[in-house]
């Protein structure tokens, strides 16, 4: 629920917290259900209980589905521009003849 304010309540680990931002209510819920997801899997894998070591495992964990992601996404832009190189090699010599 957004407030007047631009407040969004959300629920991290069994903490509340305001979250003000110039961005969708239902989004800051998204990722704070992802965010809260993260830590209870970290929690249950780990057996510990001090929410500080779960939350910078947590952040250890989203931070390497980040960087892998970056790494997939520029294998994707090299392997898509390569391809319209070629593309735009072959169509210049289809129209030079």
Do not use: H, W
Not at 23 to 50: C, F, N, P, Q
Not at 69 to 92: A, G, I, M, N, Q
């Amino acid at each position: 629920m957004q407030s007047p304010e631009g407040l969004t309540r959300v629920e991290i680990y069994d903490q509340f917290y305001q979250i003000k931002g110039g961005i969708e209510s239902d989004y800051v819920k998204e990722l704070a259900a992802y965010v809260d997801k993260k830590m209870r899997e970290i929690a249950l894998g780990s057996k510990t209980v001090d929410s500080l070591k779960v939350a910078v495992l947590a952040a250890l964990n989203i931070s390497d589905e980040l960087f892998r992601e970056r790494e997939r996404s520029k294998e994707f832009e090299s392997t898509v521009y390569d391809k319209s190189t070629e593309c735009s090699r072959l169509l210049d010599q289809v129209l030079k003849r």
